[in-house]
């Protein structure tokens, strides 16, 4: 029996409800499969900031160094909504992402002939949809420095900095370009080189980069013209590659083909191991949601996805991911569904989806 070590970190609002099910379908896992999955458990977010005064304690951030990948729920809580506030529970997650080194960012976005009709996009428009944004998570704006605010004589100002390395955006690209040598083999860089001297040095790097592999195709599009394809014309797309901010901005507007937030999983992953796996962080792209905490409205199929990466990219267990998969799949088939997504029925729980993954292991 093989045994593996999940730290879980359920956080903020729904997060704790979707990562539920998440350990119930690991659970179906384990019974067929004849693997033991060791759970440990620490807050984030909001729940760590009540009970000690930070989203994230050094000591969770050792016990994830620890384990051989993480769940994680959903950080956020409108109490500590205040701009001015210094301790956020977002920062639980950044602060995951950086000190584990956890700089690819992995978000599918595939639609299902059988959620078809939840998409609010016509269905001539999304069918056959099938592409995975790469997104660079450790640098960028949400990390670089100067960033700060301060009264100055014209009053309030701030500033963010938008700052990358060369050796950041090789790493990235050589993440974007394996996955893309395993798919259709086209990876679509997205920048904004018109303006950005930090996109202008990342198409540079693109380039150079994909001098190293002759066989897969490369092509630019700015990020504002990015967000029209995304909706307009999904199909075109293979392996997206780009920044953190944008990264952030275009999955969830890539979400709406899927018709809900609640459908999309994603992994963050750091340096891979000769097998091609390796440590990771991984989470539904949704928030912590809290005006339907505590409801059962809330939606666990990313999660459940997310959990199926994690079987595949931290523990090996290709098999295993694609039963998890196919599992979400015939649930779906069958009409199993969430009120985001249900067309013309009130919906299953939380925990009745959970369940109709599970029974379908």
């Given at each position: 029996?093989?045994?593996?070590?999940?730290?879980?970190?359920?956080?903020?609002?729904?997060?704790?409800?979707?990562?539920?099910?998440?350990?119930?379908?690991?659970?179906?896992?384990?019974?067929?499969?004849?693997?033991?999955?060791?759970?440990?458990?620490?807050?984030?977010?909001?729940?760590?900031?009540?009970?000690?005064?930070?989203?994230?304690?050094?000591?969770?951030?050792?016990?994830?160094?620890?384990?051989?990948?993480?769940?994680?729920?959903?950080?956020?809580?409108?109490?500590?909504?205040?701009?001015?506030?210094?301790?956020?529970?977002?920062?639980?997650?950044?602060?995951?992402?950086?000190?584990?080194?956890?700089?690819?960012?992995?978000?599918?976005?595939?639609?299902?002939?059988?959620?078809?009709?939840?998409?609010?996009?016509?269905?001539?428009?999304?069918?056959?949809?099938?592409?995975?944004?790469?997104?660079?998570?450790?640098?960028?704006?949400?990390?670089?420095?100067?960033?700060?605010?301060?009264?100055?004589?014209?009053?309030?100002?701030?500033?963010?900095?938008?700052?990358?390395?060369?050796?950041?955006?090789?790493?990235?690209?050589?993440?974007?370009?394996?996955?893309?040598?395993?798919?259709?083999?086209?990876?679509?860089?997205?920048?904004?080189?018109?303006?950005?001297?930090?996109?202008?040095?990342?198409?540079?790097?693109a380039e150079e980069t994909a001098a190293q592999y002759p066989d897969i195709t490369l092509e630019h599009v700015l990020v504002d013209a990015c967000a029209m394809h995304i909706v307009n014309q999904p199909t075109r797309f293979d392996v997206i590659v780009t920044t953190n901010m944008f990264g952030d901005i275009l999955t969830d507007e890539a979400a709406v083909i899927a018709g809900s937030l609640g459908m999309m999983p994603s992994a963050c992953l750091g340096d891979l191991r000769e097998d091609g796996t390796g440590f990771g962080l991984y989470e539904p792209i949704h928030g912590s949601a809290p005006d339907i905490a505590g409801q059962g409205r809330a939606n666990p199929v990313g999660m459940i996805l997310?959990?199926?990466?994690?079987?595949?990219?931290?523990?090996?267990?290709?098999?295993?991911?694609?039963?998890?998969?196919?599992?979400?799949?015939?649930?779906?088939?069958?009409?199993?569904?969430?009120?985001?997504?249900?067309?013309?029925?009130?919906?299953?729980?939380?925990?009745?989806?959970?369940?109709?993954?599970?029974?379908?292991?």
């Amino acid at each position: 029996m093989t045994a593996f070590n999940i730290m879980l970190a359920p956080g903020d609002g729904i997060g704790p409800e979707v990562t539920a099910q998440a350990v119930k379908v690991l659970h179906k896992v384990s019974d067929r499969f004849g693997h033991r999955f060791q759970f440990t458990e620490e807050p984030v977010g909001g729940v760590a900031i009540e009970r000690y005064g930070t989203a994230l304690r050094e000591e969770a951030l050792r016990r994830a160094k620890g384990s051989d990948a993480i769940l994680f729920g959903a950080v956020g809580d409108p109490r500590y909504d205040d701009p001015t506030g210094t301790v956020r529970p977002e920062q639980a997650l950044l602060k995951l992402r950086g000190g584990l080194g956890l700089f690819a960012n992995l978000r599918p976005v595939r639609i299902s002939e059988s959620t078809i009709d939840a998409s609010p996009l016509k269905p001539e428009k999304v069918a056959g949809t099938d592409f995975i944004v790469i997104r660079e998570l450790t640098g960028g704006i949400y990390f670089g420095r100067p960033q700060r605010r301060w009264l100055s004589e014209d009053g309030r100002a701030a500033v963010d900095t938008m700052h990358y390395t060369e050796p950041e955006v090789q790493r990235i690209m050589h993440v974007a370009f394996r996955f893309a040598s395993q798919r259709r083999k086209r990876v679509t860089s997205v920048d904004k080189a018109n303006v950005l001297d930090t996109s202008r040095l990342w198409r540079e790097i693109a380039e150079e980069t994909a001098a190293q592999y002759p066989d897969i195709t490369l092509e630019h599009v700015l990020v504002d013209a990015c967000a029209m394809h995304i909706v307009n014309q999904p199909t075109r797309f293979d392996v997206i590659v780009t920044t953190n901010m944008f990264g952030d901005i275009l999955t969830d507007e890539a979400a709406v083909i899927a018709g809900s937030l609640g459908m999309m999983p994603s992994a963050c992953l750091g340096d891979l191991r000769e097998d091609g796996t390796g440590f990771g962080l991984y989470e539904p792209i949704h928030g912590s949601a809290p005006d339907i905490a505590g409801q059962g409205r809330a939606n666990p199929v990313g999660m459940i996805l997310s959990t199926a990466m994690m079987l595949r990219h931290s523990l090996g267990l290709s098999r295993e991911a694609e039963t998890v998969e196919s599992a979400v799949a015939l649930a779906l088939a069958d009409g199993c569904r969430t009120a985001d997504i249900a067309t013309d029925t009130q919906g299953l729980t939380t925990w009745q989806m959970g369940d109709a993954v599970a029974s379908r292991i």
